[in-house]
């Protein structure tokens, strides 16, 4: 314990060292302070992390459980982008009432739009608690000692922390594969209300085609306003709630970016694996991926059809549709990325030197069996894909072994002849996908006496016992012969990669190792910044309402702008956002973001807000698991542009009266 906690002391000196890559814990930010200074960020560490006094920290949230957003006033009012809060944009939509297309704002407080079950939660503290979760645990007493030593010392963290104020969450998280552990507490607050949202032909321009791509136009961004109780702490909607007033907000930088600006992204970024073995990487972007592209190349395939034959289809399925095609393009972009950057290769090389070097040390051996497990491991998680993505994607069946339970819900977004189709396609793929003896007896079964999927499907969609006995076999064979071995193997390998981790630390004592990223508050610096992705491609770092208007057309749905838009744009009537004739739209950074990192603010030197963080670069998004600095870059739309949505296509300036806007 004490060589670890070394090791991890020593790496917080070294932080500088590192240029754009990295995701940092807050609590840390004294070691990196210095280097973020000298790229041209002038505030001080207390501003950006303190436990004491408020700081930037206090202005940004977990926005629901897998987006962030950030506080723009003292009475409530976030900002997040249009992709995060769509579902709620969706569910307040109707064909009679189409916010999706015609966008939504509330002209005054009681025209705000609850959105039950939606939480944004305020990071109070986080600290590291490594020694009190090993409390109690030396080496000799073997690791499910370990894990049950650990395990109940965390709950109690937990509980402590709890029933130490009202509306409070707690979670022990585990850092470097349980190196190091993290106690982080927030404080939730469940009364969230819509406040405005751009049509979809701003929100969401460009629709899948233009996703995780650059040149981007998209004006992704949706507001809300936080309420609490009267005495400020969270509770349930209520009439009588108030505009919550939070310990900080950002002020608004009106005064734009440059290339070569300071950039910070202070958010939740999801999911990365930095520092896993070659083989998991290979699985990833030669097996994982591919299978599960072809099987949403088919659920894409069913909605598009139907979803442009009717508006009201087209409502009921775009949240679903977004879900669905948001992944399906990433996976893509991943697995081209791995390849180019020949990270499988060049992990293969690094552990052939990891191998030499460990021998005679306790790290001797640890690749190889990480590799064994592996291909295990792909065994197992290659048929929990494939249930996942084909026959768990059926919706009929599901529903009925709920019970029925969400009828209301689940009947005004469903459309049976999709879900058929679906059930075809999917369902014949993953009789291929599948190799003998992994399948469950019952599909086997049931093919026999139906002779086809087609006749199959009529017999599951005409009988709620069909449709039960589908489900629920399915779901057991998962659950009974594959996520047992999955789960066991996955704990092996964690098991492994903890002293792998620790291995690689002690093999490249001078790098950097920043954590995975788990879905809690982090930042990342860097600086605005173009890319070249290929031979003779130079993009810039900044787009402009110009790309809207050459993307703008009135037969697609996804670049149907509003006519307002065009007009303005024929008038060039801007106002007081026009910057040299023309609206900044959207600009890159070099900032490491992942999923989560949604909705993040994008702060310049100054501490103000600039842009809402809501994409990467398509051939950057291998990023999860290798960052190229030369590719890699975040997507962020500018700050002036959701100005310019909220007061000329919106014409809820009133807004403004509450925002601290700086020149």
């Not at 987006?67 to 579902?87: F, R």
């Not at 021998?359 to 996942?388: F, H, P, R």
Request: hydrophobic letters at 35%.
């Amino acid at each position: 314990m004490k060589r670890l906690l070394s090791i991890l002391t020593a790496l917080t000196v070294s932080f500088a060292a590192l240029a754009d890559e990295g995701m940092w814990l807050p609590s840390m930010i004294e070691s990196v302070i210095g280097d973020m200074q000298a790229k041209g960020f002038k505030l001080s560490a207390e501003d950006v992390y303190s436990v004491n006094h408020s700081s930037l920290k206090d202005a940004v949230v977990l926005f629901g459980s897998g987006c962030t957003g950030e506080m723009i006033s003292d009475q409530g009012l976030l900002i997040t982008n249009h992709h995060c809060g769509y579902s709620y944009i969706q569910r307040h939509s109707s064909v009679e009432h189409d916010y999706l297309t015609d966008g939504f704002w509330a002209m005054n407080r009681s025209q705000e739009l609850p959105c039950p079950g939606l939480t944004v939660s305020y990071l109070v503290r986080m600290d590291d608690v490594t020694d009190k979760v090993l409390a109690g645990y030396d080496e000799s007493m073997g690791e499910d000692a370990r894990e049950k030593i650990a395990a109940a010392n965390a709950s109690k963290l937990i509980d402590d922390a709890v029933a130490s104020g009202k509306g409070l969450r707690a979670q022990v998280a585990a850092l470097y594969y349980g190196n190091q552990y993290f106690l982080y507490i927030f404080k939730v607050y469940r009364d969230v209300r819509l406040v405005g949202a751009p049509p979809s032909a701003i929100g969401k321009f460009g629709g899948e085609t233009d996703n995780w791509m650059w040149p981007r136009h998209t004006g992704d961004f949706s507001m809300f306003r936080v309420y609490s109780g009267p005495d400020g702490e969270p509770a349930d909607y209520s009439a009588d709630n108030v505009p919550y007033s939070p310990k900080r907000f950002f002020e608004i930088s009106t005064a734009g970016v440059k290339e070569g600006d300071f950039t910070f992204v202070y958010g939740c970024p999801g999911s990365t694996k930095e520092y896993i073995t070659a083989d998991a990487v290979n699985y990833i972007a030669e097996i994982s991926n591919p299978t599960k592209i072809a099987l949403r190349d088919s659920r894409l395939d069913v909605m598009n059809k139907y979803m442009a034959q009717s508006p009201a289809i087209r409502i009921q399925y775009a949240s679903k549709k977004s879900s669905v095609a948001n992944a399906w393009k990433k996976w893509q972009g991943e697995a081209k990325g791995i390849r180019k950057m020949k990270t499988v290769e060049n992990k293969k090389a690094y552990e052939e030197r990891f191998k030499k070097w460990a021998v005679g040390t306790e790290y001797e051996g640890v690749v190889e069996k990480l590799d064994s497990l592996q291909q295990l491991l792909d065994k197992y998680t290659y048929a929990y894909e494939n249930y996942s993505e084909a026959i768990a994607a059926i919706e009929w069946p599901a529903y009925i072994r709920r019970g029925k339970t969400d009828s209301e819900s689940f009947l005004k977004d469903y459309y049976q002849p999709i879900d058929e189709e679906i059930f075809d396609l999917v369902v014949a793929a993953y009789g291929k996908n599948m190799p003998d003896g992994m399948r469950p007896e019952y599909y086997d079964r049931k093919m026999a006496q139906f002779g086809s999927v087609e006749a199959w499907r009529k017999a599951v969609f005409a009988s709620e016992a069909e449709a039960l006995e589908f489900s629920t076999a399915f779901y057991e064979d998962y659950r009974d012969n594959i996520a047992p071995q999955r789960s066991a193997l996955t704990k092996q390998i964690d098991l492994l990669m903890r002293t792998y981790m620790r291995g690689q630390m002690a093999f490249e004592p001078t790098k950097v190792f920043y954590p995975d990223a788990n879905l809690t508050l982090r930042i990342a610096y860097g600086k605005v910044a173009g890319y070249a992705p290929s031979d003779g491609v130079l993009y810039k770092p900044v787009s402009t309402i110009e790309g809207i208007m050459q993307k703008d057309n009135p037969d697609i749905y996804d670049y149907n702008i509003p006519q307002r838009l065009r007009d303005i744009y024929a008038t060039k009537d801007y106002g007081r956002w026009g910057v040299d004739g023309t609206i900044p739209v959207c600009f890159l950074a070099t900032n490491h973001t992942s999923g989560g990192n949604s909705g993040s603010p994008v702060i310049n030197a100054d501490g103000r807000l600039i842009g809402i963080n809501f994409d990467r670069v398509w051939e950057g998004t291998m990023s999860d698991e290798v960052f190229d600095p030369e590719i890699c870059r975040n997507i962020s739309l500018d700050i002036r542009y959701a100005l310019f949505v909220i007061d000329r296509i919106g014409g809820a300036s009133y807004l403004f009266d509450e925002m601290v806007l700086v020149p």
